[in-house]
């Protein structure tokens, strides 16, 4: 049987904790939920648009669950960089076979 698409839906992943000086490595994440077929593809970016470099990005396989697939993607960024710059948030973007979502995920 063929599935109808469905675009994902985009959760930010933040930390509940608060940035301690000496913590080297700040982590956020995206969910990307109930989507079809299994063809997204993570992007992020800093608020001024440009692109967080792909050694900073990890990506996770998809999963699928009742039907639908799920998958994260987690940028690891040095804490240092992030209680120095005015960064307040980067943006996750999924692109799929419908086009492009975006979520702002907030700096910790």
Known sequence: SS???????LFPLITCESLQ???????????????LPNTITFSWTYKNDSEVGRQDV??????LR?????????VLLPS????????DYLTCKVKDTKGNKSV?????
């Open 3 to 9: 599935e109808n698409p469905s675009p994902p839906n």
């Open 66 to 74: 009742e039907g639908k697939y799920v998958a994260t993607s987690q």
């Open 80 to 87: 240092v960089d992030v209680l120095q710059s005015s960064e």
């Open 58 to 63: 990890k990506y996770f396989p998809s999963v």
């Open 21 to 35: 000086s000496y913590e080297t490595l700040v982590a956020m994440g995206c969910l990307a939920g109930d989507f």
């Open 104 to 108: 702002k995920v907030p700096v910790p």
